[in-house]
C-alpha cells in the first residue's frame, strides 16, 4: 500500500544570507499561478520564480477516494533543496494522515527525508526521491507554460449568474466555453480578455458545499 500510494503522487504531476543584496534580489519576483485536472486528481498550483529561476512552488492536490494533499517546495539557485507535504492517504481501507519532508544538496542528492503515514515511519527509495523532484520539475513546467499562454488560476463563487472574484470581491464575466458549472466556489484556468472577462479553459474545482477561497500552503520556515 505504501508504494502504491508513493507512485500515485509521482504520477500526478536552505537559505543563505548576505550583507549586500545581489542584482539577483534586486530582479523583480513572478507570482504564477495555475492548475489542472488528471484523472481523478485536481492540482492547484502557485509559483514565485525570479530571472526564468524557480524560487517557490505551491500546490493543493485532490485524488478522489484516494486522499489530498498540500506541498510546500524551495529552490535555491535553479536547484530545488527542500520539499514538505502533508496531507492524508488511503491506507488499510482508512484516511490516515501522512508527512512527507525531504532535503536535498546542491547535487539533487537528498541529505534528509521523513516520510510518516500514522504512527509509522517509512524509507524513501531513491527513485522515490528523484520522483518527487520531478514532479515538482513538471508542475512549475507546466504553471509556465499556461502562463505564457496567457492562463492562469482564477477562484470565486458562482450562484448560476454572477461570479465574484476572491482576489479583491469584484464581479466579473465568465465565458464557459460549455463547461458545465455547478453554483459554489470556482476554481478554474482561464485566460483574461484586459477588460474584465475571463474565458475559462478547464474547470480543477467546483464545490457545492460552502468552501474558503484558497491559498498557497505554507509548510516550510521562511528565513
Known amino acids: 500500500m505504501k508504494r502504491t500510494f508513493l507512485i500515485a503522487l509521482s504520477c500526478l504531476l536552505s537559505a543563505c544570507g548576505s550583507s549586500a543584496l545581489s542584482p539577483h534580489s534586486l530582479s523583480p519576483l ?29 500546490e493543493r492536490v485532490w485524488m478522489g477516494d484516494y486522499g489530498e494533499y498540500q506541498t510546500d517546495y524551495r529552490w535555491h539557485d535553479g536547484q530545488l533543496r527542500e520539499l514538505k507535504r502533508a496531507g492524508t492517504a488511503l491506507k488499510d481501507d482508512q484516511h490516515q ?29 531513491d527513485t522515490q526521491l528523484h ?22 488560476l482564477v ?38 480578455d484586459g477588460r474584465g472577462k475571463i474565458t475559462a479553459q478547464q474547470l480543477v474545482l467546483n464545490r457545492t458545499t460552502e468552501q474558503r477561497c484558497l491559498t498557497p500552503p505554507r509548510l516550510l520556515d521562511v528565513s
Open 97 to 125: 494522515p501522512f508527512e512527507l519532508h525531504v532535503r536535498y544538496d546542491q547535487h539533487g542528492d537528498a541529505v534528509f527525508q521523513r516520510y510518516k503515514v500514522g504512527d509509522t515511519v517509512f524509507p524513501l527509495s
Open 155 to 192: 477562484q470565486g463563487v458562482w450562484d448560476g449568474q454572477r461570479f465574484v472574484h476572491c482576489d479583491d470581491q469584484t464581479e466579473i464575466e465568465i465565458n464557459w466555453q460549455q463547461i458545465h458549472v455547478q453554483p459554489g466556489y470556482i476554481a478554474l484556468v482561464g485566460k483574461s
Open 30 to 58: 513572478e507570482r504564477l499561478s495555475g492548475g489542472q485536472v488528471v484523472g481523478d486528481a485536481s492540482s492547484l498550483y502557485w509559483v514565485n520564480q525570479r530571472q526564468s529561476k524557480p524560487e517557490s512552488l505551491a
Open 131 to 152: 520522483q518527487l523532484s520531478q514532479q515538482a520539475d513538471r508542475a512549475v513546467d507546466l504553471v509556465r507554460e499556461q502562463s505564457r499562454e496567457g492562463f492562469q
